[in-house]
């Protein structure tokens, strides 16, 4: 069992702290210090061929602080133009360390202001073109101006897509009715049915089989990206029994009540807000060894643990990943028995200990630097995972599944710290846990 293919959220929080670093030498202003992004409207119109792309962007925001005169947004290669602020010209410069934008006049606590402008350009990291197609993964503040490491704002979602006759799209929450435009090109729109961290912002457009489930947790939608012509109902037939699992334990359907895998070429695996790629020469090496499987599960865990309950910052993304991470093995246990349970545990445990031998082990909330991905991966997913699984054996099986019922249901649609999660699991078992938050989640700093 391996998680090399995981999520990709774990790099940019590397990239993260380096430019905090950098920007807290420089003074520089962070992305999104002093306000809150409320709306994203995105209209674009990609080239399949060269995922060139070019549109217009609409954010609402709203100023948290009294003489905000910058807006940063995360850096992105797109050229910028034509971009005004309540209708008037605002100055707009994009560098290395962000986009900024400067306000003829500062904005004060609670303002509201509509910035638009006009993008053009390739980005030059998340999206992936496939033989039929192209897909987003992960980096949506590099195809759209938006702030990729503040997962604590969400903000809702709207995209407009201008496409070919005959292409397919997939976007974030619900598709509103086809529109013919003009040139040949369709109009597909999509529209958030809730608000998102943005790094869960994406979409694909292409030649995609499909086939759709209704379950009593929702709607169970499955593509193939991969233009081979597969057999969607038996390379997915795992995912309507994850699915009714995973929801008993969040103790709730899945949040949108419909759920998207986009099934890819190569070992992709990555969650976004309504849907996951699926990587299928992953899923191809889990099917030789059904008992090593995990993206379907790992992947559609996010759609509860990370994508509708969502680390307030990085610091937290083991709240993500942890679980998500230890969801896997539990899920395991109800389809294969105790021992596969156990199997994926000794396999975090292992990760673990190679951190350890390498000299490396920190509390789960740590906010320093870390060496490599790797290492990160054994902190925040497996570590993670076992004091998951730890919790379980202090608390026992019903007050722990009602912790995570109660902190899934009390967070749904925001965000979350590790004092929220100890203080669900408190509730829920009535016992003070604060020795062991600290000796696993916090230290003693
Ligand atoms: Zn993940």
């Known amino acids: 069992m391996t998680l090399m293919a995981g999520c990709r959220a774990a790099v940019a929080v590397a990239t993260l702290l380096a430019a905090r670093a950098a920007a807290a030498q420089a003074s520089a202003p962070v992305a999104g210090d002093g306000f809150e992004v409320e709306h994203y409207e995105v209209a674009l119109r990609p080239d399949l061929a060269t995922t060139a792309l070019s549109g217009t962007e609409t954010i609402v925001l709203k100023s948290t602080r009294n003489g905000l005169d910058?807006?940063?947004?995360?850096?992105?290669?797109?050229?910028?133009?034509?971009?005004?602020?309540?209708?008037?010209?605002?100055?707009?410069?994009?560098?290395?360390?962000?986009?900024?934008?400067?306000?003829?006049?500062?904005?004060?606590?609670?303002d509201r202001a509509t910035?638009?402008?006009?993008?053009?350009?390739?980005?030059?990291?998340g999206i992936v073109r496939t033989g039929n197609g192209l897909y987003t993964s992960y980096f949506a503040c590099d195809w759209m101006?938006?702030?990729?490491d503040r997962p604590g704002n969400k903000a809702h979602f709207s995209l407009d897509l201008?496409?070919?006759a005959g292409i397919a799209s997939l976007g974030i929450g619900r598709?509103?009715?086809?529109?013919?435009?003009?040139?040949?090109?369709?109009?597909?729109?999509?529209?958030?049915?809730?608000?998102?961290?943005?790094?869960?912002?994406?979409?694909?457009?292409?030649?995609?089989?499909?086939?759709?489930?209704?379950?009593?947790?929702?709607?169970?939608?499955?593509?193939?990206?991969?233009?081979r012509e597969r057999n969607l109902a038996e390379t997915f037939s795992q995912t309507r029994s994850i699915a009714q699992f995973l929801a008993d334990k969040a103790g709730m359907g899945l949040?949108?009540?419909?759920?998207?895998?986009?099934?890819?070429?190569?070992?992709?695996?990555?969650?976004?807000?309504?849907?996951?790629?699926?990587?299928?020469?992953?899923?191809?090496?889990?099917?030789?060894?059904?008992?090593?499987?995990?993206?379907i599960a790992h992947e559609m865990a996010h759609q509860w643990w990370g994508n509708l309950v969502t680390c307030a910052s990085w610091q937290d993304f083991w709240l993500n990943e942890g679980i998500a991470t230890f969801m896997v093995a539990a899920w395991k246990e109800r389809a294969f028995g105790p021992s596969a349970y156990q199997e994926e545990l000794e396999g975090a445990q292992r990760r673990l200990e190679r951190a350890r031998a390498s000299g490396f082990d920190k509390p789960l909330a740590w906010s320093g630097a870390y060496p490599s991905?790797?290492?990160?991966?054994?902190?925040?997913?497996?570590?993670?995972?076992?004091?998951?699984?730890?919790?379980?054996?202090?608390?026992?099986?019903?007050?722990?599944?009602?912790?995570?019922?109660?902190?899934?249901?009390e967070h749904a649609g925001k965000t979350a710290t590790s004092q929220d999660f100890q203080v669900a699991m408190e509730k829920a078992s009535g016992s003070d846990l604060s020795s062991l938050f600290r000796e696993w989640v916090y230290g003693d700093s």
């Open 115 to 125: 910035l638009r402008f006009q993008m053009s350009g390739v980005p030059a990291q």
């Open 70 to 110: 910058r807006l940063v947004f995360s850096p992105n290669a797109l050229r910028l133009r034509d971009a005004t602020l309540d209708g008037q010209p605002v100055a707009v410069a994009s560098t290395f360390d962000g986009i900024a934008f400067s306000p003829a006049h500062a904005l004060g606590k609670g």
């Open 162 to 164: 201008y496409l070919p």
């Open 145 to 148: 101006v938006c702030l990729q």
């Open 373 to 409: 991905l790797g290492i990160r991966r054994a902190i925040q997913y497996s570590k993670g995972a076992l004091f998951v699984d730890h919790l379980r054996n202090v608390l026992g099986e019903e007050a722990f599944w009602n912790g995570i019922r109660r902190f899934t249901r």
């Open 255 to 295: 949040p949108d009540r419909r759920y998207t895998q986009l099934l890819v070429p190569k070992r992709e695996a990555q969650e976004a807000a309504t849907f996951s790629l699926i990587g299928e020469e992953e899923l191809d090496r889990e099917r030789q060894q059904p008992s090593n499987a995990w993206i």
């Open 175 to 227: 598709a509103l009715p086809l529109l013919p435009f003009s040139d040949g090109l369709v109009l597909h729109r999509w529209r958030s049915t809730r608000a998102y961290s943005a790094y869960l912002f994406g979409f694909a457009a292409g030649i995609f089989a499909q086939e759709a489930v209704g379950t009593s947790v929702g709607e169970l939608v499955y593509l193939d990206g991969t233009g």
